[in-house]
């Protein structure tokens, strides 16, 4: 018994061994696939890929190049800009209060004309950095004036997926913005249209490899007359469910999160995927990511993400059981100690009835649509 | 805590619920579905349907009610024809050895011409019961001539599977057969051309409540002096995975099966299917089954099924998952008391390795095709 892995870690490996096949990385198609093609080999399996060629006969791929033709269109427009200190909205940081303990950080959104706000993206650095993104459908909306420089959907997509996008939202941030490892229970097709986008995806499989934990809620206010930000907790208390772990941690932090976090330090390593201009992602829900980005010359990356209902059948199921398992049940003593997981380390695992309204969270934990989808699930 | 479900009850209640909706039956179908509607609504969400007016314009569905034309056509044709005394085959039955164990019996398979094979399934009786079947691809070999009759496919199927039927089975049976509780590494349309067939379906989700253990195998051998079947175990022994429960135990013995199989017999009930002449069932890959039948006005019940191959995504890992579970993993003392397990029930589940190489044994233990899925499914 001693040599065996836990049922826990097959289970990891099997998902890799079925999601790779033979290969090391994710499958990456040179054309969009049929809708039967897509529906089978990547939408029923739960399966990732890549995909070039899918909008090059978008406008918004030459025309967005152009700073001043973004800029003119949307001269007249109101956006929601995401100030942070450190390019980490929605993601762990110290409590304001108890700076020994983490709390749940989202950004401080101020709304003002797309040119003034595009400015502030530019002209970010640490201390102050600007992201437009607003995960709301803020592309049929705030941005509705470049709508028509992008299809608004892919017909390959919405005939698998059986209807039309639910949210498409528009990403312009620089290579200070990062978004903390999430899930959503969207189906996600990812365009990247400028500059890169790096991926770190982990199936839902391995959802105890996350910590998911609750922290208390709060937000960034930007002080003009400091020009510092604040961290306030949101009163009353509300806590979110997030993953714990970042997969970047700084060198002197490292070996510490390594110990806190051994079942994703020392287990498979996440599918690393970089979105190139021009090529789109089929990002499958519940799957865990991690989202960093390189800007183009001018210091932006653009990118357009169309979110589709995805189906609540027996795979949700078998992750609702999976994830409601205490991780006590998973490991024995034995067998985490392979995984470098020392028995003092108290892993809580949120309840299932918490969890579940988790990741919905995901994206961001205070997004309407997103908590619409909250209620889908809940029964 | 004493109030709340175990997770794995939960992982029960939660597939029904998906898979049912508000109904309380599978969904019927009042003709086929395109290839993306029944990808999309029934393979991927691995959700069984009823499905009608997909056969009527088979020949087989007006010329297989004239015996003489099943003789005249099959009058050269060689065919196996499964000897039972019970009509149970591939079944639990007494150790011939030590009788107050059980051993897994397969039938006595006896090669000979259609129309005398015919007769004895026409002329069965308790002692002695035919049934015309095997598994392995039969009515594109045996029945050849048969063939013309029927599609050699459903398009709608194969286009959604992406394939063609790796196997087609021909079954003519009386009231007698019966067909125990297995699951198949298939995704399976089962068309029924003449009489009823009734099914009891379970998701993979109960594997547990299916009490799988291991049976050595044996056969029938029946003897013309004696008028007898004799019940041989295997030389060496061979153990077969295989589900314990018989979902119609005689009323002498249902309290003692109750006892034994509480997590079945107190459990959410199985979903029950009757497919008339005429209609197809889609069993998906993994689900339990059961299946009984009832004649037409001749005694024979007719149906013709197409085996496909399955696709082994993240589902079959979450299978291979929970099943790799033991079941005091799951069930605290506390709750499996409120299912009726008394803890002297030492409930054994097969290890994952044993188990991978059941399933497949499923249908037909002895069967080529079925061990080439089973050869599929080993790393």
């Not at 982990?202 to 930007?222: G, S």
């Not at 007359?225 to 997030?242: A, M, Q």
């Not at 028995?343 to 969270?361: P, V, Y």
């Amino acid at each position: 018994m001693e040599e065996e892995e836990e049922p826990i870690q097959n289970l990891w490996q099997e998902v890799r061994d079925l999601t790779l096949g033979t290969s090391t990385q994710i499958n990456h198609l040179s054309s969009p696939p049929t809708p039967l093609q897509f529906l089978r080999g990547y939408v029923s399996p739960n399966k990732p890929c890549l995909i070039s060629n899918a909008v090059n006969h978008w406008p918004a791929t030459t025309l967005w190049q152009s700073t001043h033709y973004l800029t003119n269109t949307l001269s007249s427009s109101t956006v929601s800009l995401h100030l942070t200190p450190t390019g980490r909205a929605d993601a762990l940081s110290p409590n304001p209060i108890s700076p020994s303990s983490l709390c749940f950080a989202s950004a401080e959104v101020k709304h003002l004309p797309f040119p003034d706000a595009l400015t502030q993206v530019l002209e970010s650095e640490m201390g102050c950095v600007g992201y437009l993104q607003q995960q709301n459908d803020c592309f049929r909306s705030e941005y509705g004036s470049l709508s028509k420089d992008c299809d608004s959907d892919f017909g390959w997509a919405s005939e698998a997926f059986g209807c039309l996008p639910e949210a498409v939202n528009l990403w312009i941030g620089n290579e200070l913005s990062e978004t903390s490892f999430h899930k959503d229970h969207y189906e996600n097709i990812y365009a990247v249209v400028s500059g890169e986008k790096h991926f770190l995806l982990l199936p839902p499989t391995d959802v105890h490899r996350m910590y998911i934990r609750e922290y208390p809620a709060a937000e960034y206010h930007y002080s003009q007359d400091t020009g510092k930000f604040s961290l306030e907790l949101e009163e009353p208390v509300r806590n979110v469910p997030w993953c714990s772990v970042n997969p970047y941690p700084s060198p002197e932090l490292k070996e510490k999160e390594m110990t806190k976090f051994p079942l994703y330090f020392n287990g498979p390593r996440p599918f690393e995927v970089t979105v190139k201009a021009g090529e789109i992602l089929y990002l499958p829900s519940m799957w865990f990511h991690h989202v960093k980005q390189c800007p183009d010359s001018r210091g932006l990356t653009i990118a357009v993400n169309y979110w589709y209902d995805m189906q609540f059948d027996i795979k949700y199921a078998y992750f609702n059981f999976l994830q409601s398992l205490p991780h006590s049940m998973l490991c024995d003593p034995a067998s985490s100690g392979k995984l470098g997981l020392e028995s003092q380390h108290n892993i809580s695992i949120c309840n299932s009835e918490d969890e579940s309204s988790m990741g919905d969270g995901t994206a961001s934990a205070s997004d309407k649509l997103v908590h619409d989808a909250d209620d889908t699930t809940e029964k």
